[in-house]
């Protein structure tokens, strides 16, 4: 059950074992579940190539084969991430848990070089950044 | 609006001190114990040392005889006494720069308009004008801060020859206080490495010994400011890229608490770790440069509105110290960075750091932060998630190198397989992997929750202690070509850093001590880590510690030999 498990399963476990703290008022069981998802699963590893492809870079087969294993050995080691109880701790998403109450005006300005931005453009036909024809993937 | 104009030096010096620990102005160190101590010392080089004509007040013998003085205040009494020129001062730290390069390769970009801004300097001193905190004053900047006109490539070929239309915040300020930028120093592709390295076109030798890395990735900003090539220089610091490289280069390194400096203009590595940190020979000109470039900017959403104190403005001269003015002083030492995996010089480096701060006054308790290994885990998958996105901007379209092909997705994969470099490619990798649908919550949600447990650790101990220390790196600098083909050895290296990065706070690398290695010994730094926005305590720490330290200073061979 735990192996290649998509999002739809663990959402489903997830929404199963929050259901079964709301009924028990029991966080152990919850636990349980959630240590199962986490400990069960085994993911598959890094398909370089697709990954490759999702990131837009064009990896020469010489590099996938070289990425590949040190790629691999780093997220077995990101894999001790798995084995902690991170029961009940919310997650962090920057450092400070304060958010700044500072809104600028929602006024538009003027840049005051777009000569240099449009310098800098590696093919510019005013007022087009050029780029070339894009072909379906059929 | 420029911070007001310094005064003068000794002025400054002499300011009452506000400790929250006592201190008493009026109590001197006894003159017999100065004058003994100021006798033991290490001197890094024989052979004559040649006027470090930056600083007319010392005599060429005083740089390896006092503690470090702030290169910035004595640039500014000599202008405005009329005993030196901009243009002289310039004229000295090029020359210095030009013969420096060929060993240790700093530099990815000298300004070409140096001696013209020095003139301007000249003509305001003459005019009589106030001049900004920093006029005359030569500064490098790393390349993944943008400075406008001048090429900006974060260190990567995909964006060789890059001139940005805008300075970044932070590079505006420094202009606005009077700085000459002197140039663009060398770093690891858009901040992913350890070493320089990873630099999409040179590595920089370590002004200590030129068959070892400056660190990284600010590795030439430390070297630049190491070897003298600059006053001071700012570097970035995602995981310890300040810190390490201070280290390594033995100069001060300070990180700011995330938010105290904007980050408009520095190109995004991991934008919720990422800070602008600073480089200077002292903690002086690391408190002023740090004065200029702090303070909210309505460009960056994530930086701070509190209130930036004027962090030179207590560091006082070593006359007014009385004999412990760090009584009271609670300091944490982290026992996780001084065990196993630690080099035993780092740890005996530490512990006499320790015992330093003991004789002034200091009480030293060892302190364990739960969770601190699985800081390095959860940094990279954060880092690296954060990176695969931020780095999906340079696809050749609007600015940097761009690939020739006949179709858009090749135009995207080629261009970035071409300019960008092999450790960069990898992390961009990891993190798309580390993101992608049914591995989020196991790696990047569960990498937030260790940040939370990280965050509450150093909350939890720094309530108890008025600081935290460490080692900055396990080790001093790396011989070149160590760590190339191993990610995972060159990432452990990492260890004593990343924490602080993942909790946001402020840390202070002051170097502390020698280890063996290279022709003088290899420098060794001191970390000192504060809540959130206590710059201003470490930084007065640190200037005590660093004053009142005997026996080292922390002068290269490279520069004695060269100069």
Same mark, same amino acid.
């Given at each position: $059950?735990?192996?290649?498990?998509?999002?739809?399963?663990?959402?489903?476990?997830?929404?199963?074992?929050?259901?079964?703290?709301?009924?028990?008022?029991?966080?152990?069981? $919850?636990?349980? #579940?959630?240590?199962?998802?986490?400990?069960?699963?085994?993911?598959?590893?890094?398909?370089?190539?697709?990954?490759?492809?999702?990131?837009?870079?064009?990896?020469?087969?010489?590099?996938?084969?070289?990425?590949?294993?040190?790629?691999?050995?780093?997220?077995?080691?990101?894999?001790?991430?798995?084995?902690?109880?991170?029961?009940?701790?919310?997650?962090?998403?920057?450092?400070?848990?304060?958010?700044?109450?500072?809104?600028?005006?929602?006024?538009?300005?003027?840049?005051?070089?777009?000569?240099?931005?449009?310098?800098?453009?590696?093919?510019?036909?005013?007022?087009?950044?050029?780029?070339?024809?894009?072909?379906?993937?059929? | 609006?420029?911070?007001?104009?310094?005064?003068?030096?000794?002025?400054?010096?002499?300011?009452?001190?506000?400790?929250?620990?006592?201190?008493?102005?009026?109590?001197?160190?006894?003159?017999?114990?100065?004058?003994?101590?100021?006798?033991?010392?290490?001197?890094?080089?024989?052979?004559?040392?040649?006027?470090?004509?930056?600083?007319?007040?010392?005599?060429?013998?005083?740089?390896?005889?006092?503690?470090?003085?702030?290169?910035?205040?004595?640039?500014?009494?000599?202008?405005?006494?009329?005993?030196?020129?901009?243009?002289?001062?310039?004229?000295?730290?090029?020359?210095?720069?030009?013969?420096?390069?060929?060993?240790?390769?700093?530099?990815?970009?000298?300004?070409?308009?140096?001696?013209?801004?020095?003139?301007?300097?000249?003509?305001?001193?003459?005019?009589?004008? =106030?001049?900004?905190?920093?006029?005359?004053?030569?500064?490098?900047?790393?390349?993944?801060?943008?400075?406008?006109? $001048?090429?900006?490539?974060?260190?990567?070929?995909?964006?060789?020859?890059?001139?940005?239309? #805008?300075?970044?915040?932070?590079?505006?300020?420094?202009?606005?206080?009077?700085?000459?930028?002197?140039?663009?120093?060398?770093?690891?592709?858009?901040?992913?490495?350890?070493?320089?390295?990873?630099?999409?076109?040179?590595?920089?030798?370590?002004?200590?010994?030129?068959?070892?890395?400056?660190?990284?990735?600010?590795?030439?900003?430390?070297?630049?400011?190491?070897?003298?090539?600059?006053?001071?220089?700012?570097?970035?610091?995602?995981?310890?890229?300040?810190?390490?490289?201070?280290?390594?280069?033995?100069?001060?390194?300070?990180?700011?608490?995330?938010?105290?400096?904007?980050?408009?203009?520095?190109?995004?590595?991991?934008?919720?770790?990422?800070?602008?940190?600073? #480089?200077?020979?002292?903690?002086?000109?690391?408190?002023?440069?740090?004065?200029?470039?702090?303070?909210?900017?309505?460009?960056?959403?994530?930086?701070?509105?509190?209130?930036?104190?004027?962090?030179?403005?207590?560091? $006082?001269?070593?006359?007014?110290?009385?004999?412990?003015?760090?009584?009271?002083?609670?300091?944490?030492?982290?026992?996780?960075?001084?065990?196993?995996?630690?080099?035993?010089?780092?740890?005996?480096?530490?512990?006499?750091?320790?015992?330093?701060?003991?004789?002034?006054?200091?009480?030293?308790?060892?302190?364990?932060?739960?969770?601190?290994?699985?800081?390095?885990?959860?940094?990279?998958?954060?880092?690296?998630?954060?990176?695969?996105?931020?780095?999906?901007?340079?696809?050749?379209?609007?600015?940097?190198?761009?690939?020739?092909?006949?179709?858009?997705?090749?135009?995207?994969?080629?261009?970035?397989?071409?300019?960008?470099?092999?450790?960069?490619?990898?992390?961009?990798?990891?993190?798309?992997?580390?993101?992608?649908?049914?591995?989020?919550?196991?790696?990047?949600?569960?990498?937030?929750?260790?940040?939370?447990?990280?965050?509450?650790?150093?909350?939890?101990?720094?309530?108890?202690?008025?600081?935290?220390?460490?080692?900055?790196?396990?080790?001093?600098?790396?011989?070149?070509?160590?760590?190339?083909?191993?990610?995972?050895?060159?990432?452990?290296? =990492?260890?004593?850093?990343?924490?602080?990065?993942?909790?946001?706070?402020?840390?202070?690398?002051?170097?502390?001590?020698?280890?063996?290695?290279?022709?003088?010994?290899?420098?060794?730094?001191?970390?000192?880590?504060?809540?959130?926005?206590?710059?201003?305590?470490?930084?007065?720490?640190?200037?005590?510690?660093?004053?009142?330290?005997?026996?080292?200073?922390?002068?290269?061979?490279?520069?004695?030999?060269?100069?």
């Amino acid at each position: $059950m735990a192996t290649g498990m998509t999002m739809s399963d663990a959402t489903l476990l997830r929404r199963l074992s929050t259901l079964l703290v709301a009924r028990s008022g029991c966080p152990r069981r $919850m636990r349980l #579940f959630s240590s199962y998802i986490v400990r069960g699963a085994t993911f598959e590893p890094p398909d370089v190539s697709h990954l490759a492809d999702s990131a837009r870079i064009s990896l020469a087969p010489g590099e996938v084969e070289d990425f590949g294993p040190k790629i691999r050995q780093v997220i077995d080691w990101f894999g001790q991430l798995q084995a902690v109880d991170l029961e009940s701790v919310e997650p962090s998403v920057r450092a400070d848990a304060e958010v700044s109450m500072y809104k600028r005006e929602d006024t538009p300005e003027t840049f005051e070089n777009r000569e240099a931005i449009i310098r800098v453009a590696p093919s510019y036909d005013d007022p087009y950044i050029k780029v070339p024809k894009v072909l379906s993937k059929e | 609006m420029p911070p007001p104009p310094v005064r003068s030096p000794s002025r400054l010096l002499l300011c009452h001190c506000r400790l929250p620990f006592h201190i008493s102005p009026q109590t001197r160190l006894p003159l017999s114990h100065n004058s003994s101590v100021r006798r033991r010392f290490h001197c890094s080089a024989v052979s004559a040392v040649s006027a470090l004509s930056s600083d007319p007040q010392i005599a060429p013998t005083d740089l390896t005889t006092t503690p470090p003085s702030s290169h910035i205040l004595s640039i500014r009494e000599s202008l405005l006494s009329r005993r030196r020129t901009a243009a002289d001062v310039a004229g000295e730290y090029l020359d210095r720069l030009r013969r420096t390069e060929p060993h240790i390769r700093s530099f990815l970009h000298v300004s070409e308009t140096t001696m013209r801004e020095a003139e301007e300097v000249d003509r305001l001193v003459a005019s009589g004008k =106030d001049l900004g905190p920093l006029a005359g004053v030569l500064v490098g900047v790393k390349d993944n801060i943008c400075t406008a006109g $001048m090429p900006s490539t974060g260190g990567s070929r995909i964006l060789e020859g890059y001139r940005p239309p #805008f300075d970044a915040t932070a590079v505006r300020k420094l202009k606005e206080a009077g700085a000459i930028v002197i140039g663009k120093t060398n770093m690891d592709e858009f901040g992913m490495g350890s070493t320089t390295e990873g630099s999409g076109f040179q590595v920089t030798a370590n002004p200590w010994d030129i068959s070892r890395v400056p660190g990284g990735s600010s590795g030439g900003s430390a070297a630049a400011v190491s070897a003298k090539q600059c006053v001071v220089s700012l570097g970035s610091d995602t995981g310890g890229s300040v810190r390490q490289p201070a280290s390594f280069c033995g100069v001060v390194g300070l990180k700011p608490t995330y938010g105290r400096v904007s980050r408009f203009g520095l190109m995004a590595y991991a934008s919720s770790l990422d800070v602008i940190g600073c #480089f200077g020979a002292s903690v002086i000109d690391s408190a002023i440069v740090l004065n200029v470039v702090s303070g909210h900017d309505r460009f960056d959403s994530t930086s701070s509105t509190h209130e930036v104190p004027d962090y030179a403005s207590f560091l $006082m001269s070593t006359d007014h110290f009385e004999s412990t003015p760090l009584k009271g002083l609670k300091v944490g030492m982290i026992r996780e960075t001084i065990g196993d995996g630690v080099d035993v010089g780092v740890i005996s480096s530490i512990k006499a750091a320790a015992l330093h701060l003991e004789e002034l006054g200091a009480t030293i308790t060892e302190v364990s932060l739960p969770s601190f290994s699985l800081g390095l885990p959860a940094y990279y998958v954060l880092a690296s998630s954060e990176a695969s996105s931020n780095l999906s901007r340079y696809d050749g379209v609007r600015y940097g190198n761009r690939a020739t092909v006949d179709e858009l997705n090749s135009l995207y994969g080629d261009s970035r397989a071409d300019g960008l470099g092999p450790e960069v490619k990898m992390r961009i990798l990891m993190g798309t992997y580390a993101l992608s649908a049914g591995y989020y919550d196991a790696y990047y949600k569960r990498a937030q929750q260790v940040r939370t447990l990280i965050r509450k650790s150093f909350k939890d101990a720094l309530e108890k202690m008025d600081i935290l220390v460490s080692p900055a790196v396990p080790s001093p600098a790396y011989k070149i070509g160590e760590k190339v083909n191993d990610p995972l050895a060159m990432y452990a290296g =990492d260890i004593m850093t990343v924490n602080v990065n993942l909790a946001g706070l402020p840390a202070l690398v002051v170097p502390c001590g020698f280890v063996e290695g290279g022709s003088a010994g290899l420098p060794v730094g001191l970390q000192m880590i504060g809540s959130s926005f206590s710059e201003e305590k470490l930084l007065r720490i640190g200037h005590i510690f660093e004053q009142t330290l005997p026996n080292y200073r922390f002068v290269p061979p490279l520069f004695l030999e060269l100069v």
